[in-house]
């Protein structure tokens, strides 16, 4: 059983570009949500989506954006990148209403911004 | 507002010795507290978590923590620490265990390194 997989591992960008992650979540998991963590500090909650639609967002800007298809896995957009957006982006799933609901993390896409 | 702090972002341990990696949360509700490890280049993988049903929580690998309501603490710690538990640990806190409110707020890490 595959866990939570992201695509690519690693993307190297410069500013002002715009770049999209992808995440599957673990088989029969519905939920994504999305982390960022930057270098030295604890992840940062970005947003979560269930059924298609974006349920909770944390304090990130607009330039954030996702999705969620069908199938229930994902995508993380960000545009107009800055410097600052260099870091490890986590996505996690987990299935809504498990009587022992868990978040099950992918290994991450490492993000630099030059 | 629920926030986690984590003393100490550097623990340094001899093989076979105690390991206390110390949390210390805040909220304005009963919270939901968890530990997570990181491995180099891997994701995170819950350790344990503590949902209201007993205050000391089991979890894998030989760790447990103490939810302490007085002290606003959720300690992690393990009697006799081995190489392998070398790595970056977080605590976190949520307001739910689950559902789609499930979002985790989380400390900046304490990296435990083990030394032989």
Redesign the interface.
């Known amino acids: 059983d595959a866990g ?1 997989t992201q695509s690519p591992t690693h993307l190297i960008k410069t500013r002002g570009q715009q770049v999209t992650l992808r995440c599957s979540p673990k088989s029969g998991h519905d ?1 994504v ?1 999305w ?1 960022q963590q930057a270098l ?6 970005i947003f ?1 989506y ?1 059924e298609e639609e974006e ?2 967002r ?1 304090n990130f800007p607009d330039r954030f954006s996702g999705h969620q298809f069908p199938n229930y896995s994902s995508e993380l957009n960000v545009n107009a990148l800055l410097l600052g957006d260099s870091a490890l982006y ?1 996505c ?1 799933s ?1 299935e ?3 009587s ?4 099950f ?4 896409t490492q993000l630099s911004v030059l | 507002a629920q926030s986690v702090t984590q003393l100490g972002s550097h623990v340094s341990v001899s093989e076979g010795a105690l390991v206390l990696l110390r949390c210390n949360y805040s909220s304005s509700v009963p919270p939901y507290l968890f530990w997570y490890v990181q491995y180099p280049n891997q994701g995170l993988q819950l350790l344990l978590k503590y949902t209201s049903a007993a205050t000391l929580v089991k979890g894998i690998n030989g760790f447990e923590a103490e939810f302490k309501k007085s002290e606003t603490s959720f300690h992690l710690t393990k009697p006799s620490a081995h190489m392998s538990d070398a790595a970056e640990y977080f605590c976190a806190v949520s307001h739910n265990s689950g559902g789609s409110n499930y979002k985790l707020t989380f400390g900046k890490g304490t990296l435990l390194t083990v030394n032989p």
């Open positions: 939570v939920t949500s982390y030295g500090q604890g992840p940062q909650f979560q269930y349920r909770q944390g986590l996690a987990s809504q209403g498990a022992d609901e868990k978040l993390f992918g290994s991450g």
